[in-house]
C-alpha cells in the first residue's frame, strides 16, 4: 500500500512538472522576457512587438542542431527572413556546467564560426525564458506574430532525425509558416512535436 502510495505521489510530481513546462497555446500571448546577448546588450521581446518574431532554442553541441547549421540549413532561414523584416531571436537556455552551455565568449565563437544570421544569440543560463516558453528540445522553434501572439510552435522540420541527408526531403514547418502569414494567409500547421536534445536548465 505504502508503495503505491509513493508511486501515485511521484507521479502527481512529474505530470505537475511536465504541465508546468508545457508551451503557452497557439493563438495565445506570447510572455515577456529581457535577455542579454553575447555583447552584453540586454533584448526584450516586447521591443519587437509589431514585428514576427521568430525564437529558436540552441545547443551547439547537440546533433540535431549541428545538422541544421552544419548543413548551412538554419543560416540560410535567418538570413532569407531576416532580409525580410523578421527578428530572429537564437536563445540558450542551458545551464552553466551543462552541455550546450554558452559563455558570452563562446557566443561570439560561434556566431564567427558557424556564419549565423540570426539578429540576436541570447543567453538564458536562468531557464526563465525557455520554462515561460516550454522549451524541451534543441532545436525549439516558436514564430510570434506582430500582435505579439504565438503563431507556430514545434518542430523545424517533419523528419526528426540528426541526419542532414533528410532536409531536403523534409517539410520545413517554420519556413511555410512564416511564408503562409507574410502573405497574409492562415498557418496550415501551426504546432507539431518539436525534436531534438533536452534542455539542460538550472536546477530550482
Sequence with gaps: MNTKIILAVVASLVATAVYAFDPPPVGSAAPDFSLKDAKGQTHSLSEYKGKYVVLEWFNPECPFVKKHYGSDNMQKLQDEYTGKGVVWLTINSNAPGTMGNLTPEDAEKIISSWKTHQTALLLDPEGK???????????????????????????????????????????????????E????????????????????????
Design 129 to 179: 525564458a525557455g520554462r515561460a516558453y516550454g522549451a524541451k528540445n534543441t532545436p525549439d522553434m516558436v514564430i510570434i506574430n506582430p500582435e505579439g501572439k504565438i503563431a507556430y510552435e514545434g518542430a523545424i522540420d517533419s523528419k526528426a532525425t540528426p541526419n542532414p541527408a533528410d532536409i531536403p526531403s523534409s517539410t520545413n514547418y517554420v519556413k511555410a509558416a512564416l511564408d
Design 181 to 204: 502569414s507574410l502573405a497574409g494567409r492562415s498557418i496550415t500547421t501551426p504546432q507539431t512535436k518539436p525534436y531534438g536534445c533536452s534542455v539542460k536548465y538550472k536546477s530550482s
